[in-house]
């Protein structure tokens, strides 16, 4: 029986591309079955993963487990070899997945059961995916067998027999029983498995919430480890095989059927099982229509399990012969697509113009290249464009995500390309919107994407560039809104620095008596305010209260209602500009004086050690020559101060008149205070010699130190105390290297405790150990005292509480843990050059106002509020955002949509006080899709990402995980309910603008701060949520979803396009770029062509490349050029240096590198692409059922 | 046998010792009926270069309880090697170094000659000499340049070995490093906060070699001999100098209506505090300069407003001045924790107004510290009298003694009562030490921080022989006085002297007591005790008391002078006069209490005359010595002639020589005197002629001129009684208290 089953399964894998594509599109209509197919697909990941065992998304981790079993099983990795041999293979495979769910050991039993539970939903989906997929099968069994639980026997049964005979009998043949059984037999604890397999069993699978655990991630990673072996084989002997397996599933399902209860199918019987589940997933067959790209599948079978549509698609695959000609008849539209996987996913369609993707569970192929198992690709439709016809889009899902559509038998994974594809949505936007000009005039348009390069006109908005929102058109009223989960939010970035094709805000002078503004809400006067009475009130836009227009402001009407100089006075014609401020908008009713720079350095053994004084000092004397300044001809107006320290205090005089520095130590540091006034703040061309002989000295004064102590808050208070004496706003830089654990006012203790990591009490590592440094942080705010902290740890120094000040007064933190000279030298230097030299503003406070109805609640950044309205920023630089939450309070109406102005009253760097206005209209929608048709996805993840790196702080990390997926799967769920055109709930539509969330999501999920690694330390997740906490969206998307080129052609002006981050998208011969917005990685492949690596470094052998280089050769060669001009060009669009990384293929280092590609399991457990998208899938049906 | 006079200037002369008596009641009650106890007023370091020190250590006497020394008044057996204790009796082995003594070969200390004899111990390592400058920095720039000129000048007197250290205050206060290259360092403090020693050596990172000396045992302080913050002046000599020429006025900035906030109870604390923990019992001075009153932190004597005046006798009176208790307070356990390591206060404060002498008088009183009050460091006051600190004697060495302690022996028939002057107890209780304590008693030790050669202490007994236990014939009462201190060369010396007067029966020899008075003594010794009543005690008791005690004309100017009024003085003001009069000798104490007036005309050399306002002449130029003023006066008539410039005219030159004369004679005295008087030039009519007017007898006053009807003199307009008025009540009180 085994054998035979075997057989069948591998028949499947190989088949099932073809067969699931095929098959499904036939049966009901090219879409149906193209969506089913991929939810197939996806479930058999699932499943897999669903053994290892995350909990919620356990079916992730479980993944990475099947992943493993493969890698242990030879069997699997000679599957992949020798795909050729299919049947042999498929044997070997099934063993091994019999292996692999023991090895899993009790997982498969329990994932058996387990994760049919859990996934129910999914599984069904993935099931057909599975069984679709041939590939999947073997694993599948297990899974299917769960899912056979989860269905009723019957339907599986009916469904396995249908697939097996034709598609559909598979369904049948699925007879959860037999699935489960024949898992169990291997896992070798039939006894459990059969039961549940059982119908009552199979119920609660599916129905139920997986058991927490990996189940249904589990149980599909399994399967996509198998698949590839299986499917491996197939690509080789893919005709013949297929059917082989097909026929042999075929029969399998029948002995399954027989068996059902008992395991000797295992194998056979899961593909049934899949299928059953399918099939009652498969329902969607709208999907598949609609888009249907996707392979109908003869399907008719799966019409037979519960729901005729979908079953056929997941039948399909196992009919793999069948599908084909199914396929074309799926034809009612494209084809094409389904061919490519087995796994099928049919994404979206449109309806209406409307991008509503349907997945269809991906199934999880073979796909991998050799290490990964892979994951089925959906078939990912191109969707995103809603301009797309329906049947486009199935072509060019085709195109994209799947090689070959049609020949079945080429393919035998599941294809990842056939899930939304991030490279495949930026790409697109890159092509449409970056040639023209984005104009900001038109409200509630959507702006092109962070990563496209396009230029704005300023027309009434404010720039994407300053303001990016999540959505568009926000509902009228508070129940769509929470209905739709969507959030309301806007990423601000004030004072962002333009491309320099576009003018910078102007600058506006009212006179004396100040900006003009509306007399109530008091929001500036900008393009919304509407003028009456010939032009001698105005109506504001906001709170609708007339003000009287004062005489030096008043100006005509002309017909149209609009004062005649509107288009030479930017406040009535530009969404951003700025106002001088007058003295009655400083502090104390005084003029500011211009800000200062002072620096902190560390002098204590480990910081003079680590090279880090040397490099500051010899650093300082050059770069004090770039401090900001507005005008480029003029000498820079800050004045800088210098203070070294260990457990003690140095502050040094350099005034100009002096001989020599002079030091003076406070050792006070229990209450702290300036030990001098004058000479400490100088200004640096008065003092340049005696400046330059002081950092001349430092390192040399400290060389012999032995002091290994340090403090840390006397050294903030230092500085306030400083800013405070000369009455001036200004900067902080703190070059610190140690946990402050000298007895000194803020003193910090060890208390770093990993096994606190994945516990309720995980949430106070985030949190600071005291209360001081909030109150310190206060004082600094209400100072205008900024601090950016560089880190150079050699230990744990507690991010989280030495972050505190930073984060709360506007500063950053940079880190640079082991810091060595050689090594991070060029990065700590360009990134200190930039946080000395960039653009800001200080002692700022924002306000945002909104016209009635919306209101700012919630803001997300670094900064201080004493009040609920205000953000008080001590430091305001350009590259820092304040991400704002709006909600509700009242009903919006359509007509005049939604106005928000954000005011930043700020003092330049040359001590001038003035104000940036930033206006944003956007539109107000009844209808939910318009909502979802206008509404930007990183932004989204941006705020999503902030919100729950807040919550950390107050709630365990699981919950934080656990709340996220939810939204999404509401906000999915609600399109879905409301948006799309019905279709079966197997079927996973995404809104084309959307199609992304799932994916970045599960970055966002698998990022180190909300799923730590083992090797992630505290410090580097505190770091890290501190770090997002003021990104702006194109910072958020790179780095949750990194940007990875090939390096192969690198002619020309443009960028090779990015592949998708997936081990399995590498070539062994190829080079490739990764960069993350902190990382960059240069990834070498075992096999690169001599001539690329001899253009690149130099040498022509991949041994004698250095691992440890920072920086490339400089090589008179184009490549080596053009490469080095890329890798400066990603440089500076990002606010930190990112230091290079060779990573050598199979190196140690690879490690680090792998952790980057997000659609991978991760090694800490995070879900797979594919497999989270089964798992959103799932809940998203769990939600709309 | 020489007259009483001779005797006791040949006293004086040879031992620096006056006493009030110089024969002695032989009982207590006789003792006790002579109103001015039995006193002296001893001069340890009194200069005496004709007096060779001794290259070897005193003998001792072997009672533990006794331990005199050896001296020219002990009955010595040459052959027996043996010699008696002229205080225990007890009978001494010389020890073996003395084996070929004999009749015809004495050591010196057997000499009578020697009754007065300086021994330098050859022990122990040589101590360097430690300076400690303490400099405010919140004062004018020209002050502030004139001190540092100043400073910079007395670092050119310092010896090569010196260790120098300074620290700069204003509202912060900096310990200065030195000897750094490149770069000057400090160690800066909060003036608001007071630390402790132990804080402040961690805070200077200063390593007290404590474990190491707990091994070798307490008596072997192995003091580093320099560290960051003190060195030797050789050495860091350009460094310091650049570093007080850099020093800046404090940057802090002062608004309208404000003091300067001024860190002088920290600064002196951390002062303190630095040399307790690098050089404990060494000879170290600190010398703290300061323009003005301490506004903030420990010690302060007045806030930073001001519309808050410096408190007055009248707030001290009222009880307003609210920082003086506590100020007093922190300065008094400054004064104690330096003289407990044998370590000087000097207090130089030059400023217009007060600057807080009243609390800080102690830290100089209580370590033998200097006091000098001028009106801004730019005045040759300030500038001469700081560098006549400096001054040194034909050996080179400096007129300056350190960490002294003064013990006293007496014979069984005397006990010490206490003693006065810059000086605190020790604490040595033992067999000559009286219950009945005069000053600061209780003890046979006191230790003197700082000495030089004019320092006098009032040293007073009591006479404990009981009446019925007569004395016997030809009997003497001994004192000794040991007096041991670090030298300015390093050493450590001993200077022991030894003096005996006769005893006598006042029943019977009531003559010859009589006769044995030393008026001059008696009404200084009378004069610090009541001095040291009024700092301690009331002031309208002291009057009352020292009525009833008296001693004819010194008594009334003494009740006149700024030691007992304080009217017309600001608390500072009487504080500095008493703190010189506590320490001065006896020849200056007197000038401080009567002064002196000298008279100078055509009808005759010049010559003393009475203090008084008849010695007030129109064609006379007057002299006076207050000791803190020279002051030349000139007649109405002479100073006509002088605004005609006769003077300049050849047939004046007489007149020219007339006016010269005084000026030289000021001179002379401006040039030997301790601290500089204020030097005042002035006439009839001036404003200056004010010290001349309160000085004197006001024996023509505007209530009694025409009643005197005199041509000459000139009326003084005060409501004060004059000597005949004083006398007539003296008169009066004398008979009835008598009765």
Redesign the interface.
């Known amino acids: 029986m085994n054998v035979n089953q075997q057989p069948p399964m591998a028949s499947p894998y190989g088949q099932p591309q073809p067969g699931y594509s095929q098959p499904s599109y036939a049966p009901l209509g090219g879409g149906y079955p193209g969506p089913y197919g991929p939810y197939s697909g996806p479930a058999t990941a699932y499943q897999p993963g669903a053994p290892q065992g995350y909990s919620t998304y356990a079916s992730f981790p479980s993944k990475a487990v099947p992943a493993n079993p493969v890698s242990d099983l030879p069997s699997p990795l000679e599957l992949g070899s020798a795909r050729g041999p299919p049947p042999v293979s498929t044997n070997q495979a099934y063993s091994q997945y019999a292996q692999g769910d023991i090895q899993n050991g009790p997982p498969p039993m329990d994932h058996s059961m387990a994760q049919p539970a859990q996934r129910p939903p999914v599984c069904q989906p993935y099931s057909h995916g599975a069984m679709n997929l041939s590939g999947p099968h073997p694993s599948y069994p297990q899974q299917y067998g769960v899912q056979p639980s989860m269905q009723q026997m019957t339907n599986q049964m009916s469904g396995m027999q249908v697939g097996s005979g034709p598609l559909t009998s598979a369904g049948p043949g699925y007879a959860p029983p037999s699935y489960t059984q024949a898992p169990h037999p291997v896992s070798g604890a039939p006894s459990q498995p059969p039961p549940p397999s059982e119908p009552a069993a199979p119920q609660p699978y599916y129905d139920g919430p997986p058991p927490s655990q990996q189940p249904p991630f589990p149980s599909s990673a399994p399967p996509p480890s198998q698949p590839f072996p299986s499917s491996s084989p197939y690509s080789g002997p893919p005709l013949p095989a297929n059917p082989g397996p097909l026929q042999s599933l075929d029969n399998s399902p029948s002995h399954l059927a027989p068996s059902p209860a008992q395991q000797t199918f295992p194998n056979s019987a899961p593909p049934p099982v899949s299928q059953a589940l399918y099939s009652g997933p498969l329902p969607p067959p709208d999907l598949a229509l609609s888009h249907l790209p996707c392979i109908p599948c003869p399907v008719p079978c799966r019409p037979a399990p519960s729901q005729p549509g979908p079953p056929h698609f997941h039948s399909g695959p196992l009919p793999n012969a069948p599908c084909h000609p199914l396929y074309v008849p799926a034809a009612g539209q494209p084809p094409f697509p389904l061919a490519p996987c087995s796994s099928l996913l049919s994404l979206a369609c449109m309806e209406d113009t409307q991008p509503s993707r349907m997945v269809s569970p991906p199934c999880s192929n073979p796909c991998t290249t050799s290490t990964r198992p892979l994951v089925c690709a959906f078939g990912q439709p191109r969707g995103p464009q809603p301009g797309y016809a329906g049947p486009q889009y199935p072509g060019q899902q085709n195109y994209g995500a799947v090689p070959a559509p049609t020949p079945a038998p080429t393919q035998k994974r599941l294809d990842p390309d056939s899930i939304p594809s991030p490279i495949q949505v930026i790409e697109d936007d890159r092509a449409n919107k970056s040639s023209e000009p984005f104009t900001t005039g038109v409200k509630g348009q959507t702006p092109p994407l962070v990563t496209t390069n396009f230029q704005v006109k300023d027309q009434g908005n404010a720039s994407p560039r300053f303001v990016r929102c999540t959505a568009y058109n926000i509902p009228c009223t508070a129940d769509m809104a929470k209905q739709s989960q969507v959030p309301l939010a806007a990423v601000i970035k004030p004072l962002a620095m333009l491309p320099p094709d576009e003018t910078r805000p102007y600058m506006v002078d009212h006179g004396e008596a100040g900006p003009i503004r509306c007399n109530r809400c008091k929001a500036y006067m900008c393009p919304y305010m509407q003028f009456i009475e010939g032009g001698r009130r105005f109506q504001c836009g906001f709170c609708s209260c007339v003000t009287d227009v004062p005489p030096h402001y008043f100006q005509h009407l002309d017909h149209t209602g609009k004062r005649v100089d509107c288009c030479d006075r930017p406040e009535l014609s530009l969404g951003s500009y700025e106002f001088v401020a007058t003295v009655d908008y400083c502090k104390n009713n005084k003029l500011p004086q211009p800000p200062s720079f002072i620096f902190f350095i560390d002098v204590s053994y480990n910081a003079v050690k680590s090279g880090m004084v040397n490099i500051v000092c010899q650093e300082l004397k050059t770069l004090l020559d770039y401090l900001p300044r507005e005008n480029p001809e003029a000498d820079s107006v800050v004045r800088v101060g210098f203070v070294t320290y260990n457990k003690v205090l140095h502050f040094y005089n350099v005034k100009s008149s002096l001989a020599q520095p002079q030091m003076m130590v406070v050792s006070d540091v229990s209450d702290m205070f300036l030990p001098l006034l004058d000479g400490f703040l100088v200004n640096v061309n008065d003092s340049r010699m005696v400046i330059e002989s002081l950092l001349d000295q430092i390192p040399e004064m400290f060389a012999d130190t032995r002091e290994t102590e340090t403090v840390f808050g006397p050294v903030i208070q230092a500085g306030l105390e400083a800013l405070k004496a000369a009455d001036c706003a200004g900067k902080l830089f703190l070059f610190h290297s140690s946990l402050p654990i000298a007895e000194a006012p803020g003193k910090l203790k060890n208390r770093e405790d990993k096994k606190l990591v994945g516990t309720d009490k995980e949430k106070s590592l985030f949190q600071p150990q005291s209360g001081f440094y909030s109150n310190l942080s206060k004082e600094c705010v209400a100072q205008g005292c900024c601090v950016d902290l560089f880190l150079f740890p050699n230990q744990y120094v507690d991010v989280a509480t030495l972050g505190v000040v930073p984060v709360s007064t506007g500063g950053s933190v940079y880190k640079y843990t082991y810091f060595q000279a050689e090594m991070d030298r060029e990065r700590f230097l360009n990134d200190l050059r930039r946080d000395v030299q960039k653009p800001m503003g200080f002692d700022a406070v924002m306000r945002v106002r909104t016209s009635t109805g919306i209101r700012a609640t919630d803001f997300f950044g670094s900064f201080f509020m004493s009040n609920t309205t205000d953000v008080e920023l001590a430091g305001l630089d350009c590259d820092k955002t304040v991400t704002v939450e709006f909600r509700h309070d009242d009903k919006l109406s359509e007509d005049t949509g939604a106005l928000m102005q954000c005011a930043v009253l700020y003092t330049s760097c040359s001590g001038q006080r003035r104000l940036r206005v930033h206006n944003m209209a956007v539109n107000c929608c009844s209808q939910l899709a318009d909502l979802y048709r206008n509404c930007e996805t990183d932004t989204i993840i941006n705020f999503f990402s902030k919100y729950a790196y807040r919550s950390l702080l107050n709630t365990p990390t699981k919950t934080v995980r656990d709340t996220l997926v939810n939204q999404c799967a509401q906000i999915l769920a609600c399109y879905r309910k409301n948006c799309a055109s019905p279709s079966s709930a197997g079927q996973l539509i995404l809104p084309e603008c959307m199609k992304l969330l799932p994916v970045y999501l599960n970055c966002v999920l698998k990022s180190d701060v909300l799923q730590p690694g083992a090797d992630v330390s505290v410090d580097d997740r505190a770091y890290l949520r501190q770090l997002l906490s003021c990104m702006d969206v194109s910072e958020s998307h790179v780095f949750f979803y990194p940007r990875l080129l090939p390096l192969v052609k690198l002619d020309g002006g443009s960028l090779p396009m990015a592949v998708r981050n997936s081990e399995e998208r590498l070539s062994k011969g190829g080079v490739y770029l990764l960069e993350t917005g902190l990382y960059l990685f240069l990834w070498v492949g075992a096999n690169a062509q001599q001539e690329l690596l001899s253009n690149i470094f130099g040498t022509p052998t991949f041994s004698q490349i250095d691992p440890n280089m920072t920086s490339l050769p400089e090589l008179d060669n184009p490549f080596s050029q053009r490469l080095r001009e890329i890798i400066d060009s990603f440089r500076s669009q990002r606010s930190r240096y990112m230091k290079l990384m060779v990573v050598k293929q199979e190196d140690k280092a690879e490690l680090i590198f792998k952790h980057f590609l997000c659609e991978d399991k991760s090694a800490s457990g995070g879900a797979s692409y594919v497999d989270f998208l089964c798992h959103m899938h799932k809940e998203i049906r769990q939600l709309l059922s | 046998m020489a007259t009483f006079p001779e005797f006791i200037a040949q006293n004086e002369e040879r031992d620096g010792v006056r006493f009030s008596w110089n024969v002695w009641p032989s009982s207590r009650l006789e003792a006790t009926r002579m109103v001015v106890p039995v006193a002296s007023l001893f001069t340890p370091l009194k200069e005496r270069p004709d007096l060779p020190p001794i290259q070897y250590e005193p003998v001792l006497c072997s009672r533990v309880t006794c331990r005199a020394v050896l001296n020219p008044l002990c009955q010595v057996d040459y052959r027996a090697k043996l010699w008696a204790c002229n205080f225990c009796y007890q009978r001494n082995q010389f020890p073996p170094t003395y084996a070929g003594i004999s009749d015809v070969n004495q050591p010196a200390e057997l000499l009578p000659q020697f009754s007065t004899i300086e021994y330098v111990v050859q022990r122990g390592p040589l101590m360097p000499l430690v300076f400690l400058y303490v400099v405010d920095t919140c004062m004018e720039d020209e002050d502030l340049q004139a001190l540092k000129e100043s400073l910079q000048m007395s670092l050119s007197l310092l010896p090569p070995t010196a260790l120098v250290g300074l620290i700069t205050f204003g509202r ?1 206060i ?1 310990v200065h ?1 030195l000897g ?1 290259e ?9 003036g608001t ?1 007071d ?1 402790n020693a132990k804080q402040l050596q ?4 200063l390593t007290k070699p404590t474990a190491a000396q707990a091994g070798r045992g307490p008596q072997a302080p192995q003091a580093p001999l320099s560290n960051r913050f003190l060195q030797p002046v050789q050495k860091i000599d350009m460094n310091l100098t ?1 570093l007080l020429g ?1 020093l ?1 006025r404090d ?3 002062v608004t309208q209506g404000k003091r300067p906030l001024r860190s002088l109870g920290s600064a002196m604390s951390i002062a303190v505090g630095l040399l307790e923990c690098t050089f404990p019992n060494t000879g170290a001075r600190i010398m703290t300069f300061i323009g003005g009153p301490a506004t903030q932190g420990p010690g302060m004597v007045v806030g930073d407003e001001l519309k808050a005046p410096i408190r007055s006798w009248h707030d001290i009176e009222k009880d307003n001045a609210k920082f003086m208790k506590k100020g007093t307070k922190h300065y008094e356990a400054l004064a104690s924790r330096a003289s407990t390591n044998g370590h000087i206060i000097d207090i130089y404060a030059c400023a217009l107004d007060q600057t807080g002498l009243l609390e800080m008088k102690c830290c100089s009183n209580h370590t033998g510290g200097y006091m000098v009050m001028a009106d801004s460091f730019t005045t040759s006051l300030f500038k001469q009298t700081f560098q006549r600190v400096f001054t040194k004697d034909v050996s080179g060495a400096f007129k300056m003694a350190f960490a002294g302690t003064l013990e006293i022996k007496t014979s069984r028939e005397i006990k010490i009562s206490g003693a006065i002057g810059p000086c605190v107890s020790l604490n040595a209780k033992g067999p000559c030490v009286s219950e009945n304590e005069i000053g600061t008693g209780g003890t046979s030790q006191w230790k003197i921080c700082g000495l030089d050669h004019n320092t006098t202490l009032a040293v007073y007994f009591e006479v404990v022989n009981q009446h019925n236990a007569p004395i016997p014939q030809g009997g003497r009462g001994a004192v000794q006085y040991v007096t041991q201190y670090q030298h300015s060369s390093g050493q450590k010396r001993i200077r022991v002297t030894t003096t005996a007067r006769n005893w006598a029966d006042a029943g019977t020899q009531i003559q010859t007591i009589a006769a044995s008075f030393d008026q001059e003594a008696s009404a200084i010794l009378m004069a610090r005790l009541a001095v040291y009543r009024a700092e301690t005690e009331e002031g309208p008791d002291v009057l009352r008391w020292l009525d009833r005690q008296l001693i004819r004309l010194f008594m009334f100017h003494l009740r006149r002078s700024p030691f007992l009024q304080v009217f017309n003085n600001s608390p500072d003001e009487s504080s500095y006069y008493r703190h010189q009069f506590m320490r001065q000798d006896l020849t200056q104490s007197l000038i401080m209490i009567q002064p002196i007036l000298y008279a100078y005309s055509f009808n005759g050399p010049p010559e003393p005359v009475l203090l008084d306002s008849s010695s007030i002449l129109p064609d006379r130029i007057l002299l006076m010595d207050t000791f803190f003023q020279i002051l030349i006066y000139h007649g109405e008539t002479v100073s006509q002639w002088r605004k005609a410039g006769y003077q300049e005219l050849p047939e004046y030159e007489n007149f020219r020589h007339l006016l010269q004369a005084p000026v030289d004679d000021a001179q002379e005295i401006l040039h030997s005197r301790f601290p500089m008087p204020r030097y005042i030039d002035t006439e009839h009519g001036g404003s200056q002629a004010r010290f001349l007017l309160s000085k004197v007898n006001p024996s023509q006053t505007h209530n009694n001129m025409y009643a005197w009807g005199q041509e000459s003199g000139a009326p003084i307009l005060t409501d004060d009684v004059s000597l005949q008025v004083f006398m007539d009540h003296l008169k009066k009180l004398a008979v009835s208290s008598a009765a």
């Open positions: 912060m900096q490093e750094c490149g770069i000057s360092k400090s160690y800066v403090f909060r906060k630390l961690e805070m200077l990172g650049d850099e800046q940057p802090w900035p």
